[in-house]
């Protein structure tokens, strides 16, 4: 059990001395994968802008709500959420404002949903104009009213909030992605490390030797001259004259 536990430290430890040995390159990836990923963050990108209108949910024209009503009119929202965007009320949206968008490529921008507990539907639209999104999330609140009006025989709901023009793009996240990009540059950087020290099987010391071989070292011989890394791997090779896993 010690021999494992001790054998599993030294390899921690080697893992961070090579990872301090190579502390240039590590922050060189980092820094490079930040910059990479925010500057097609900023640039390749499409800003998106979100705009939202809010409409509530009426079951009768009663000033007095009682329970049932709430109920009922909590009930009636997920109908809301489904009639709201079925294609006569998308198509119609897109006719009225003269958007050269497909069914589908409208319906991909606009979201229904109901806020828990209440009876406020929320039509929120995701849009590459900021003008458009506004327009777009209006027009669906007044298609709405008529067309809910109609099918399901209940009192117009009412627009409680109109939508108002977004000054600032909801995605991308510039910063998020460039944080983002450092942390997969740095944990590239660091898995190439490790991959490249466990396939390399040179014999490095005489440690190497006995841990690897289980021979105990007899000697020596201090490398003369050069300072080059491949020469002295090669001057081990002949001094050691061996590799991990046996004998050369």
Not at 116 to 127: G, H, K
Not at 176 to 194: C, E, K, Q, T
Request: charged fraction near 25%; include cysteine.
């Amino acid at each position: 059990m010690n021999s494992k536990n001790e054998e599993i430290e030294i390899d921690l430890w080697e893992i961070l001395m090579l990872i301090l040995r190579h502390l240039p390159m590590v922050i060189s990836v980092t820094i490079a994968g930040g910059l990479i990923l925010g500057l097609y963050s900023a640039y390749a990108l499409t800003p998106m802008y979100n705009s939202t209108a809010k409409m509530y949910i009426l079951t009768n024209s009663s000033t007095m709500i009682s329970l049932s009503d709430l109920q009922v009119g909590s009930s009636l929202a997920n109908d809301y959420e489904e009639l709201i965007t079925s294609r006569p009320v998308v198509e119609q949206v897109a006719k009225n404002l003269d958007l050269d968008v497909s069914y589908e490529g409208l319906l991909g921008c606009v979201s229904v949903t109901k806020r828990e507990n209440t009876r406020i539907i929320w039509i929120q639209v995701t849009y590459p104009d900021p003008v458009l999104a506004k327009e777009i999330a209006n027009e669906f609140a007044t298609v709405s009213q008529k067309r809910l009006t109609q099918i399901m025989q209940i009192d117009e709901p009412t627009i409680a909030e109109e939508a108002v023009e977004a000054k600032r793009p909801s995605s991308p996240n510039n910063k998020r992605n460039a944080f983002l990009g450092a942390i997969i540059g740095m944990v590239l950087s660091i898995g190439f490390l490790v991959v490249r020290n466990i396939l390399d099987d040179t014999i490095r010391s005489a440690d190497d030797v006995e841990k690897f071989i289980r021979l105990n070292t007899l000697a020596s011989i201090p490398e003369e001259g050069g300072t080059d890394n491949s020469e002295k791997k090669h001057k081990r090779k002949k001094l050691w004259g061996v590799r991990k896993g046996g004998h050369k």
